[in-house]
């Protein structure tokens, strides 16, 4: 019989009982009320906002604005009383993609930062000061822009921000566009990642308990190590299958009827503290891609 | 008893979502102590820890603080095979149809055995000794297809997927939830048989109390992730009391017969199991 010899601090981790705690590693869809200013903001200013401070840091390719904008992120942690592990643990996936991003724009992307002192000129590598401040920009401005997402998604409920995105998107229904199906859907997929991740949770469990395991096998055994997950992913799908019909059930019994015109429960009404946000975050954006920072 | 237990765990805790705004005590120092052959029923509210309880006893979860320890394996050892001790704790969930996954019943059994690595005679003597335990008949229902089945047989052959393992002990969450009232009936002699032929010991998590009454030797009754209660149904019935206060009911029986003495006749308060509770109705009239 085979015993495990040894563990390194991961497996320890993985062994310590969290393993299958699916829940704990998806934050996306997960709303942590601590009822700060920020989660009483109304939603559609709060994507607004959101949008606004998204386009400008992914335009503003200075040091000193990118730092800026990382404080800020920083600081919109604080004043949204979410610790910023919350924030982190969304960074971390993101790493081996922002490490290799970085790799190529430095080997690459001499032609498109061209500009600066050549630091390196070696065959077809030229490494300029330019293309230095290209792979260090875009790597904040991934952690920034992942940040301020955490914070959104973390400080507001999945409710509001489809009602919110129903509310913005409401001038494209001129054109035919199906605004509200379009939310229901994002509403509804929202809805069920945890629940699909707490039943996926469920049957690892289950079927461990009968010997399975998974991403054992080495990884050139492609054949063996998809066939390990036969056993989650079949059930999955059943389960997935009977809770969407009881869903449509659920629906239909409640009289929802597709194209219907739909009242809503909660109208939102923006504040004085929505509008001195929005203004804030408009001045901070104007600053981000206007002002001539001297890095 | 002097007997070295089965199963041990001392003092057990667990904490949800640790080190987060969302942190959840699930568990705050749970003990038990289960010898070989006994047939336990873990008993308690909804959010009371039974869940986080069992999945401990196969290794699903590692105890944060405390000790597990089945049958001389210590759980908070990291070394220890968790393989074999899967093979010696078969853990049936609750709704366990939905981890069937093969077309045909004989496969989905022996997906354990074979997991186990064991060669296809064995395998095969397994799938038959444990579609028969369940009451399944191996020639008549191995080739048969598993989405044609009736919520009852899907049961029994999820069930079977445990047994397969030739586990020393099952542990089941809620075995009988969402059954009809003759399926439920059926498992309950098959998980009889099972505890008192195959001298398997049997832990079950149930809400029912005419269920528990039936088949227990001894309860543990947890509230709140700690100990609230334990010990044999006459014991455990006598504190309806301290039960009702963590909204756990009794038995019908035992409530008619606190509700006959109350009104001045002399009944045995312990005569708890159906046909003596009513015996003791009998004897009045």
Sequence with gaps: MKSLPYFNKREMRKIAGFEFELTRNITIGQYVPTGSIIHRMDPRIKLAVFTLLVISMAICDTYVGNFLALMFACLLFYISRIPISYGLSGVKPAIPFILLLALLQLLFYSEVASGGEVLLDYGFIHITTDSIRLVIVSALRFIEIIFISSVLTLSTSTTQITHGMESLLRPLRTVKFPVHEFALIITIALRFVPTFALEMEKMMKAQASRGAEFGTGAWWRIVQRTKDVFPIIIPLFNVAMSRAEDLVLAMESRCYVPGRERSVSKKYKPSRTDYAALMFCIAFAIVLLTFPFPY | MTEQPILEVKHLQHIYMKGTPLEHHALAGVS?????????????????????????????????????????????????????????????????????????????????????????????????????????????????????????????????????????????????????????NELLERLKTLNKKENMTIIFVSHNMEEVAYMADRIYVLADGRNLVDGTPEEVFVEAEKLREHYIGTPDTVEILAQLKAKGFAVRQNAYQLEEAANEIIALL
């Design chain 2, 32 to 184: 038990l102590k289960i010898n070989k052959g006994e047939c336990i029923a873990v008993i308690g509210h909804t959010g009371s820890g039974k869940s986080t309880l069992i999945q401990h006893v196969n290794g699903l979860m590692r105890p944060q603080a405390g000790d597990v320890v089945v049958d001389g394996m210590d759980l908070a050892d990291p070394k220890i095979d968790i393989r074999l001790l899967r093979r010696k704790v078969g853990l049936v969930f609750q709704n366990p149809e939905d981890q069937i996954f093969e077309k045909i019943i004989g496969d989905d059994i022996a997906y354990g055995p074979f997991k186990m690595g064991l060669p296809i005679k064995e395998v095969r003597d397994r799938v038959k000794w444990a579609m028969e335990l369940v009451g399944l008949s191996f020639e008549e229902m191995k080739d048969r297809a598993t989405y044609a089945l009736s919520g009852g047989q899907k049961r029994k052959v999820a069930l079977a997927g445990v047994l397969a393992l030739r586990p020393d002990i099952l542990v089941l969450d809620e075995p009988t939830a969402g059954l009809d009232p003759r399926s439920r």
